[in-house]
């Protein structure tokens, strides 16, 4: 089945650095990836949709500037976090799917930590 | 405003039995919806999926039954195994309109020896 990787799993930052995420779908061409956010008891919140070669689309209350997301490819997406701050800690999960019908498929997320 | 409920945080059911897993939405533009399993500090897992031209999907021990007009659906696992203890989530798009996947809180399912 249709895999997506996500890289790193862990990261542990000091407040005020950046931290890149990388979210690759393996055996999928993917136009359309999506970053998602999990804070503990809550669902998952989409924070953006990636579109490959074009911006990224932002939920309301995501601040584009502080979550950079780069589609650079067609398996290829990046969510960095800007001068992360410990509320930046939470659980960040990148999903994809190869067409509009088709379910999608998650990486398996990386705890972000900031001290 | 949450459109994909899922009421019900936890759910204990015996092994061998019968798990049902709620979910109600609200949006009516709603057509596409999935069921996904998530193991902590991993993510989710793709379970079982609905179209709302139909009321019932089945995938071995998984189906999915959808009531568009109580917009409700529903995941019933049976017999219920050990592996299943997972927090499972709902989720629903409209196809047509945005590619956006809206997810619900989640239920724990703990499957009882």
């Known amino acids: 089945g249709a895999v997506v990787s996500q890289h790193p799993s862990r990261v542990i930052c000091k407040s005020g650095t950046s931290v890149k995420i990388e979210c690759r779908s393996l055996?999928?061409?993917?136009?359309?990836m999506f970053w998602y956010r999990q804070f503990p008891k809550k669902s998952l919140m989409l924070m953006a949709t990636?579109?490959?070669?074009?911006?990224?689309?932002?939920e309301q209350g995501v601040e584009k500037d502080k979550f950079l997301i780069n589609h650079a490819s067609l398996t290829l997406s990046t969510l960095t976090v800007t001068s992360a701050h410990p509320e930046d800690s939470s659980f960040y999960i990148c999903s994809a799917r190869e067409t509009g019908t088709s379910p999608l498929h998650f990486g398996n997320g990386t705890r972000l930590t900031v001290t | 405003d949450q459109q994909v409920k899922q009421n019900s945080p936890s759910l204990s059911v015996q092994e061998g039995r019968i798990s049902i897993l709620n979910c109600d939405y609200t949006?009516?533009?709603?057509?596409?919806f999935l069921w996904y399993k998530k193991y902590p500090a991993e993510g989710p897992t793709f379970l079982i999926s609905?179209?709302?031209?139909?009321d019932k999907n089945e995938d071995g021990r998984f189906t999915v039954f959808l009531n568009k007009s109580a917009k409700h659906l529903s995941l019933h696992i049976v017999p219920s195994q050990p592996g299943d203890s997972a927090v499972y989530f709902c989720?629903?798009?409209?196809?047509?309109?945005?590619?956006?996947?809206?997810f619900g809180k989640g239920t724990r399912l703990h499957i009882l020896p």
């Open positions: 055996d999928f061409q993917a136009t359309t």
């Open positions: 609905i179209s709302s031209i139909k």
């Open positions: 989720a629903a798009s409209a196809v047509n309109r945005d590619d956006k996947i809206i």
């Open positions: 990636s579109n490959e070669g074009s911006k990224a689309t932002y």
């Open positions: 949006n009516s533009m709603f057509d596409y």
